[in-house]
């Protein structure tokens, strides 16, 4: 089968990083990115799964108290330093 050259463009660290990985299982960057196109060909499609993260419940709580927290700073305690705030969480233990 004829070969072609085709450029993409990459982050610099990304090429590098990917470079090292696919090294490390034996094979070069052409060779991974072959691998990427003949198993999509063969899916018709992504060769996993792509989807957005989506974070757990107590993620979510966690972001929502953060916003709340820092809309309204005023509703919270203070402390003049980080050592302050640790005596109080370890005297309440």
């Known amino acids: ?12 660290d990304l090429k590098k ?12 960057l052409t060779t991974a990115i072959t691998i990427f196109l003949k198993q999509s060909l063969r899916v018709q499609g992504f060769p996993f799964l792509i989807q957005r993260e989506v974070p757990n419940a107590e993620t979510v709580a966690a972001m929502n108290e953060f916003y709340t927290m820092k809309a309204h700073p005023e509703q919270y305690k203070r402390y003049p330093s980080f050592r302050d705030a640790m005596d109080e969480v370890l005297d309440d233990a």
Do not use: P
């Open 1 to 12: 089968m004829e070969k072609v050259s085709t450029n993409i463009s990459l982050d610099a």
């Open 17 to 28: 990083n990917s470079q090292a990985l696919f090294a490390d299982l034996g094979m070069d």
